[in-house]
Each structure stands twice: as C-alpha cells, then as structure tokens.
C-alpha cells in the first residue's frame, strides 16, 4: 500500500554534495521510520541512515558527519543530505519505509557516482 520514488542522484566530484529526495505514497506516513540504504556493484545493501517517527536518527560509521537524513510529513517526504562526498560513496541509494511487524517498503533507486 505504500510506493516511494527516489530522485536527486547524479554525477559528482570527490568533495560535492548532493540532495537524495524520496516521494512516498499513501495515507499512512508520519508514524513510521524512514531510511536509506544503498549498493554498490557486486556488494550487499547496506544501511546509509535512519530515521524513526519522533525524530530519532542513526548513520552509518562511514558516513557520519557528512550525510543527513530529514522528514517532512505533511510533504510526505524523506531526504537525504549528502557532503563531502567521496568516490566510495558510489553506489545506488534507496528509500525505505519501515511498518513493525509487518515489512519494509523500498523505492526503485537511484544511482549516485563520485568521481572527478
């Protein structure tokens, strides 16, 4: 019952930054978590960062202190702010939405490439 769209990803030199958004769908948004994840050729997903409905975040080690994950509800919306980026932060980054005891939603991806 849920469908999110990514956007934002693209081409960008070591030291750039980049603005992931995420469009979700249905009526249902604000009291659950929200994150990114992402993956790169011949590696697993991995979790980018987290955001629970109060607010609450979580990073990954290596991408903390230059990326930022944000909500807005009332826009249905999650982001993520990425800074100082670096070549292996390569990789394709997807949105998810997270309902307890029932699943986890994803978006299609989109692909982010740091390279000079």
């Known amino acids: 019952q849920v469908q999110l769209v990514e956007s934002g990803g693209g081409l960008v030199q070591p030291g750039g930054s980049l603005r992931l958004s995420c469009a979700a769908s249905g009526s249902i948004f604000s009291i659950y978590g929200l994150g990114w994840d992402r993956q790169a050729p011949g590696k697993q997903r991995e979790l980018v960062a987290a955001i629970t409905s109060g607010g609450t975040t979580n990073y990954a080690d290596s991408v903390k202190g230059r990326f930022t994950i944000s909500r807005d509800n009332t826009k249905r919306m999650v982001y993520l702010q990425m800074n100082s980026l670096k070549p292996e932060d390569t990789a394709v980054y997807y949105c998810?939405?997270?309902?307890?005891?029932?699943?986890?939603?994803w978006g299609q991806g989109t692909q982010v490439t740091v390279s000079s």
């Open positions: 998810n939405l997270n309902v307890p005891g029932a699943r986890t939603y």
